[in-house]
């Protein structure tokens, strides 16, 4: 079974821009959560996806949006990036949506450079 | 508060045991995980524990929980250089039913010597 995807690898951009990231999840798995990786914050939750609809949103500004398709394949927005928007970027998927013990999977991240 | 904290670093050689801690701070967390991290890769779940167990073990992973104190340790045995890495624990709690969100420690880089 494929595991997690995301696309793209590594991005540039500069401030004012917008990106979109792109998360694939393993094959049946229908929840997937954004998490922002950086040095002086850590790991931090984005937001969590469940069947099309935002299930939790961590503690971020507005820039950051995100959706998920009919497919479970999700994307994450930021808009009017700043040079604080550069970190890696990481999906995980589970198989559902629950309070239960639920395996979360990691992508490799997306490496995110905002000049 | 969210805070999961950890020891920033660790340095053993290899062969010897690692114990890697770490403290939470929501007693009404529900599972505790240990995720291991390698240079320029994702995360990887190394294991986890229910709220209401004490220990688990895993092959060479042992995980320790004292709720009392809140505190969480993950002890690997016969420590490789390929355990080098930073690794992570976290918490998931019960936001009144669905959620995967977790809550992340600090890290701690573990350095295996040869």
């Known amino acids: 079974k494929a595991g997690v995807t995301q696309t793209p690898r590594y991005l540039i951009k500069t401030r004012g821009q917008q990106v979109t990231l792109s998360c694939s999840p393993i094959?049946?798995?229908?929840?997937v959560s954004w998490y922002q990786q950086t040095p002086g914050q850590g790991l931090q939750f984005l937001f969590e996806y469940f069947s099309e609809t935002q299930r939790n949103k961590g503690n971020f500004p507005g820039r950051f949006s995100g959706r998920q398709f009919s497919n479970s394949r999700s994307e994450m927005n930021v808009s009017t990036l700043e040079l604080g928007d550069s970190a890696l970027y990481l999906c995980?998927?589970?198989?559902?949506?629950?309070?239960?013990?639920?395996?979360?999977?990691f992508g490799p991240g997306t490496r995110l450079t905002v000049l | 508060g969210e805070d999961v904290e950890q020891s920033l670093f660790l340095s053993v050689r290899e062969g010897d045991s690692s114990v890697i801690n770490c403290t939470y701070t929501d007693s009404s967390s529900t599972y505790l995980y240990w995720y291991k991290q390698e240079p320029g890769a994702g995360l990887q779940l190394l294991t986890y524990?229910?709220?209401?167990?004490d220990m688990k073990q895993d092959q060479r992973l042992t995980v320790l929980l004292n709720k009392k104190d809140k505190h969480l340790s993950l002890r690997i045995a016969d420590t490789q250089t390929g355990d080098s890495a930073i690794y992570f624990c976290a918490e998931s709690r019960d936001y009144g039913g669905a959620t995967n969100k977790l809550i992340f420690g600090t890290g701690t880089l573990l350095a295996v010597q040869p």
């Open positions: 094959s049946g798995h229908r929840s």
């Open positions: 524990i229910f709220s209401n167990m």
């Open positions: 995980a998927s589970s198989l559902v949506s629950s309070g239960k013990r639920n395996e979360q999977f």
